[in-house]
């Protein structure tokens, strides 16, 4: 996917910037409001949920700790210490897994992001 990117960017700037808009990774959701959040980590397994979490980026862990009860909290941060070294790639599927919910539950209009509705199209 990075490589692709990088081969549209180098060719066309604009089209790889309109292209990434419309994308949506792991790290993108700190752009999904809390109770888009907590709707989505209904959908998703804590056990995918801690691996996912092991290679995101702190203002990630801070949003999805921050939609979780703390002995949910607890639970995530101990299954991601006792875990121990993980395969990128297995974080990767898991961080593909819960992306494909966040894909899923918004084509449902179940939950909103943040940025990626048309000039015309106001959230309150």
Same mark, same amino acid.
């Given at each position: ?21 419309? %994308? ?6 700190? &752009?999904? *409001?809390?109770?888009?959040? @907590?709707?989505?980590?209904? !959908? /998703? ?34 299954? %991601? ?6 395969? &990128?790639? *297995?974080?990767?599927?898991? @961080?593909?897994?819960?992306? !494909? /919910? ?23």
């Amino acid at each position: 996917e990075k490589n692709i990117m990088q081969s549209i960017e180098a060719e066309n700037a604009d089209l790889a910037a309109e292209i990434k808009n419309m %994308m949506f990774v792991f790290d993108d959701i700190i &752009l999904l *409001d809390d109770r888009s959040i @907590q709707r989505v980590l209904k !959908e /998703v397994e804590t056990k995918d949920l801690s691996i996912a979490l092991k290679a995101a980026s702190d203002e990630v862990k801070t949003k999805i700790f921050s939609n979780v009860s703390e002995r949910v909290s607890k639970m995530i941060a101990e299954e %991601m210490e006792y875990m121990g070294p993980t395969r &990128l790639s *297995d974080v990767e599927a898991a @961080q593909s897994r819960i992306v !494909e /919910v966040v894909r899923r539950l918004e084509e449902e209009g179940q939950v909103i992001i943040s940025g990626r509705g048309g000039k015309g199209e106001i959230i309150v």
